[in-house]
């Protein structure tokens, strides 16, 4: 069977409505920089290449596992232990031949200050904290945009723009102030720590899961939980996320984020401070019991 013959203006003829021909031809000429492509990364990748986006740089380290089938986008049986970033590549270009894809391992760190010279956004899928930490700081000096998520059992996104607090402020880490050299292993625990609070505070997402499962997951008997539809879901508020920014249109999505609960059919946004300093006293004690 031959290969039908690819036109882009076919290919994103349905977009059209949705966004007209100028922004369209925006989009394809916007550069994003997606670290981490396996779970909620790797969808938001899938999805702005289905827009139109024809340009972007993305970054992993891992390779795929079995225990990765239950949501990463591109990964299957014929992809376990294979690269990552490769295998993404490869997919994208399945749907757009024309897309231009640079692909990196772990050496994107080292090379952040000049990646983000070179892109409009950024989309952060790593789980790594003290990576994150290094690139919401650079992301600031350089004067770009970063989507994010939380690590919430609920869908999530949040914003952060050069003028805004960085999550170490807003989360209340204990790195806020700190040299990166001086960041230990024992203050990105603590950091991971004070994002479930602020998840647990702000949010619902601690009525919506089995209790003895995160509890071993904190003992570090379980790996993080994960559930297909909430990476998706939370790839696909990261990618309407990055449309807004490139083509400047509002949101309502700031650095303090916002959950989208399925469940419910609502959206939770962060509490008013006096309610939230209440509130966090009784996440800190259930997490303490919880914890033990």
């Given at each position: 069977?031959?290969?039908?013959?690819?036109?882009?203006?076919?290919?994103?003829?349905?977009?059209?409505?949705?966004?007209?021909?100028?922004?369209?031809?925006?989009?394809?000429?916007?550069?994003?920089?997606?670290?981490?492509?396996?779970?909620?990364?790797?969808?938001?990748?899938?999805?702005?290449?289905?827009?139109?986006?024809?340009?972007?740089?993305?970054?992993?380290?891992?390779?795929?596992?079995?225990s990765n089938l239950n949501r990463q986008i591109f990964s299957n049986l014929s992809t376990i232990n294979r690269d990552k970033?490769?295998?993404?590549?490869?997919?994208?270009?399945?749907?757009?031949?024309?897309?231009?894809?640079?692909?990196?391992?772990?050496?994107?760190?080292?090379?952040?200050?000049?990646?983000?010279?070179?892109?409009?956004?950024?989309?952060?899928?790593?789980?790594?904290?003290?990576?994150?930490?290094?690139?919401?700081?650079?992301?600031?000096?350089?004067?770009?945009?970063?989507?994010?998520?939380?690590?919430?059992?609920?869908?999530?996104?949040?914003?952060?723009?050069?003028?805004?607090?960085?999550?170490?402020?807003?989360?209340?880490?204990?790195?806020?102030?700190?040299?990166?050299?001086?960041?230990?292993?024992?203050?990105?625990?603590?950091?991971?720590?004070?994002?479930?609070?602020?998840?647990?505070?702000?949010?619902?997402?601690?009525?919506?899961?089995?209790?003895?499962?995160?509890?071993?997951?904190?003992?570090?008997?379980?790996?993080?939980?994960?559930?297909?539809?909430?990476?998706?879901?939370?790839?696909?508020?990261?990618?309407?996320?990055?449309?807004?920014?490139?083509?400047?249109?509002?949101?309502?999505?700031?650095?303090?984020?916002?959950?989208?609960?399925?469940?419910?059919?609502?959206?939770?946004?962060?509490?008013?401070?006096?309610?939230?300093?209440?509130?966090?006293?009784?996440?800190?004690?259930?997490?303490?019991k919880l914890g033990k």
């Open positions: 069977m031959s290969t039908p013959q690819f036109s882009y203006e076919e290919f994103i003829t349905r977009n059209l409505g949705f966004v007209n021909q100028a922004e369209q031809d925006k989009l394809r000429a916007s550069r994003v920089l997606i670290i981490g492509v396996g779970g909620m990364g790797g969808t938001a990748l899938a999805t702005l290449a289905r827009i139109g986006i024809e340009h972007f740089v993305i970054a992993d380290i891992d390779f795929f596992e079995v970033a490769q295998v993404a590549r490869e997919e994208v270009l399945k749907i757009n031949p024309n897309i231009k894809l640079e692909v990196l391992g772990a050496e994107w760190l080292a090379r952040l200050p000049e990646l983000l010279q070179r892109v409009d956004v950024v989309i952060n899928g790593c789980d790594d904290v003290k990576s994150t930490i290094t690139l919401m700081r650079l992301a600031r000096d350089r004067k770009k945009t970063v989507i994010d998520a939380f690590a919430s059992t609920l869908p999530s996104v949040y914003v952060v723009r050069p003028s805004d607090p960085r999550p170490e402020e807003t989360f209340g880490y204990p790195t806020a102030g700190l040299q990166l050299s001086e960041i230990t292993p024992a203050l990105e625990k603590a950091c991971a720590a004070k994002e479930i609070e602020y998840v647990a505070t702000h949010s619902t997402s601690i009525r919506h899961v089995h209790l003895e499962y995160i509890a071993e997951m904190m003992s570090g008997k379980r790996k993080r939980i994960s559930f297909a539809p909430m990476v998706w879901m939370t790839s696909i508020l990261m990618a309407y996320e990055t449309v807004k920014i490139l083509l400047d249109r509002k949101t309502q999505v700031d650095h303090r984020g916002i959950f989208l609960n399925p469940w419910t059919l609502s959206y939770e946004r962060p509490l008013p401070a006096p309610l939230a300093a209440v509130k966090r006293r009784l996440v800190r004690y259930y997490i303490s």
